[in-house]
Every structure is written in structure tokens, then in C-alpha cells.
């Protein structure tokens, strides 16, 4: 069953400009996933944090957890035609995953 | 390494035709997962191993499909006999499950399933 739900369904953006993707869920975790799918290809990892971590960086991303409102939200700082993609949140009932049904993204030039 | 490797990356087959889908996971790893994509529903977990038993099965649409894994490099996903709801495109995933309790799975390219 999927647990995370993403908000919004599609955003569209210039390049350089920021992206902010949330992600609701239900139930307790171990910890949250963000994953990036490219179109017509499989999908891959780009960040997790544990239920006991706040904010986690790395590179342009930023991801925040809020576990009393079971809410996160990924940050894409300065943005590239590149990340154009479907960026999806993952709960992890380990060592399963529930998805969302992502987020899409388009960054224009 | 060469990640996870899926065969066919496209299969178009007929009602009623059987229908194997092929995993080669990451060398070490001791989760595999089978997911399904569409549209409408997302993402789907099927079914997982571990250590190459099948762990939770509760995913499996019905009794057309079933999935095996007969050795640490190698998993099958069958679907028999095929319908065109069931077209959509599966993934399979593998992991390593670490001692922290998280896990990242690794996904294949996907095989994109048509049924006419």
C-alpha cells in the first residue's frame, strides 16, 4: 500500500530558480526516502534520513523531516534543465518501502 | 558493478500468452524487490526476498503471477496467463540490508509489459 503522498503533483520552473517537493505520510518510520526517476528509466536513491534527524543536505538537495506532522519536504537549490524528472518519497517499513505517487518536475531553460 | 540488470526491457505479448520477466540483482545484496508502475496506481510492491525465500507476497495482484528466486543472481517474475491490465511497467530492486536499519534499494531500468 503506498503511504507517502506527494505534494504537488507537477511543478514547472526556470532553471536557477529553487523546487520544493513535500511529502505527507501516515504511520511511524524508520526512516524516509527520496528517490529521483528519470523518464523511461528506473529510479534512483538520492537521499534518506532517519526518523531521529531533522534536516539532512547534500549537494543542491535539502530534506526535512518533521515527524509529529508526519511531513517532509525535499529542496532543490538552484535548478538545472538536468533535474527535470519524477522525484518520489519513500517510507521505509524495513526493509520494504511504501511510494508515493511523485512528484513531477520540468525545469525550463 | 554493473547494477541491476532486467531482461526484456520491452516485451509486447497476447492475452492469454505466459509472460517471464527476468532480475539479475547487485552481486551481494540479499533483498530483491518486484515492483509495478502505472499510471493510475504508482508504484506497487509485489513481492520480496530475502536471502532468495520470498518474504511477503501480499502485493501479488492474484494467482496469475508468481515470482521466484532460485539462486542469489537470479529472479523470475511470471505472469500466467497475461491480460491487458496487466501492462504496465516492472521494476526489480535489490538492497542491502544494513545494520542501522536503513535501506537504499537499487533499482533496474525496468521492463515496459504490453498486452494486447
Known amino acids: 500500500s503506498q503511504q507517502g503522498e506527494e505534494d504537488p503533483q507537477a511543478l514547472s520552473i526556470q532553471e536557477g530558480e529553487n523546487a520544493t517537493m513535500n511529502c505527507s505520510y501516515k504511520?511511524?518510520?524508520?526512516?524516509l526516502q527520496w528517490y529521483r526517476q528519470n523518464s523511461g528509466r528506473g529510479l534512483v536513491h538520492l537521499i534518506l534520513?532517519?526518523?531521529?534527524?531533522r534536516e539532512k543536505h547534500s549537494g543542491r538537495l535539502r530534506v526535512t523531516l518533521d515527524t509529529s506532522k508526519k511531513s517532509s519536504s525535499l529542496l532543490i537549490t538552484a535548478s538545472r534543465a538536468a533535474d527535470t524528472a519524477s522525484y518520489f518519497c519513500?517510507?521505509?517499513?524495513?526493509?520494504?518501502?511504501?511510494f508515493g505517487k511523485g512528484t513531477s518536475l520540468l525545469v525550463t531553460p | 558493478d554493473a547494477g541491476v540488470i532486467q531482461s526484456p526491457r520491452h516485451e509486447v505479448t497476447e492475452m492469454g500468452q505466459e509472460v517471464t520477466l527476468r532480475c539479475k540483482p547487485i552481486s551481494g545484496h540479499d533483498y530483491l524487490f518486484w515492483y509495478r508502475q502505472t499510471m493510475m496506481r504508482g508504484l506497487e510492491l509485489l513481492i520480496y526476498?530475502?536471502?532468495?525465500?520470498?518474504?511477503?507476497d501480499s502485493g501479488m495482484p492474484e494467482d496469475r503471477f508468481s515470482a521466484k528466486m532460485p539462486n542469489a543472481s537470479f529472479s523470475t517474475l511470471k505472469i500466467q496467463p497475461s491480460e491487458p491490465r496487466d501492462s504496465a511497467v516492472y521494476f526489480c530492486?535489490?538492497?542491502?540490508?544494513?545494520?542501522?536499519?536503513?535501506?537504499?534499494?537499487?533499482f533496474g531500468p525496468g521492463t515496459r509489459l504490453t498486452v494486447l
Open positions: 530492486a535489490s538492497s542491502l540490508r544494513s545494520s542501522g536499519g536503513a535501506n537504499t534499494q537499487y
Open positions: 534520513i532517519r526518523s531521529n534527524e
Open positions: 526476498f530475502n536471502n532468495n525465500v520470498p518474504i511477503d
Open positions: 519513500a517510507t521505509a517499513e524495513v526493509p520494504a518501502l511504501n
Open positions: 504511520t511511524s518510520i524508520n526512516n
